[in-house]
Structure formats: C-alpha cells, structure tokens
C-alpha cells in the first residue's frame, strides 16, 4: 500500500504549514458524497491518530485513514495550475469514474 505526493504538491503543503505556524503534515481520505459516490478529503492535521497509515516524500507526512486506504492506495497526491485556477489533483489509478461535475468518484 502506498500514498505519495509530488514535489510541487510538498513544497504547497510545507509553505501552508509554515504560515499557519503549525501542523505535523496532510490527512488524505474518502467520503461518501456525490453522484458516483466516493469525495477526497484532504485537511491540515496538528497531529496523526494512532490508526492512520503515514507515508513520506519530500520531507512532507501524508497519513490516510485505515477505511480510506483501499479506496486510494497508490494515488498520487499533485498541486497544479492550470489558468487561473490552482489546487491539489488526486492521480488515483483506482478511478473508474468520475462524475460530469468533477465532484466525486467511483471504484
């Protein structure tokens, strides 16, 4: 099982955490939500719980909750702009559809 993330996707994660003066890295996970499903969760944590599964790259600590795991085990964590637009994009090699909005997802 694995969960990595990019190098612009780690330098993002590390100049959000300096700014907010805190915080021990991501927490990546699913939700149940949407018209195929499945959502991504993605929050700032100040510390890990005892069950997460923590992976590294770049010096940046991603943890994925144990439910989760199955569900984007061997996705790739990125930060891209594209336009005006900017955020973090979810290289999951399980998707197997994503809904018209772009929302949610399915395995």
Do not use: W
């Amino acid at each position: 099982m694995s969960v990595s993330l990019t190098e612009p996707a780690a330098r993002h994660v590390t100049r959000y955490l300096s700014k907010r003066g805190k915080g021990v890295g991501v927490k990546l996970g699913v939700k149940t939500t949407g018209c195929s499903g499945l959502a991504y969760t993605l929050e700032y944590m100040d510390e890990f719980a005892p069950e997460d599964t923590i992976f590294e790259g770049f010096g940046v600590k991603v943890a994925v909750d144990p439910k989760s795991l199955a569900y984007i085990d061997g996705t790739q964590l990125d930060y891209v702009r594209e336009g005006l637009n900017e955020g973090f994009k979810f290289n999951n090699p399980n998707e197997r559809d994503k809904c018209g909005c772009g929302e949610s997802f399915r395995v």
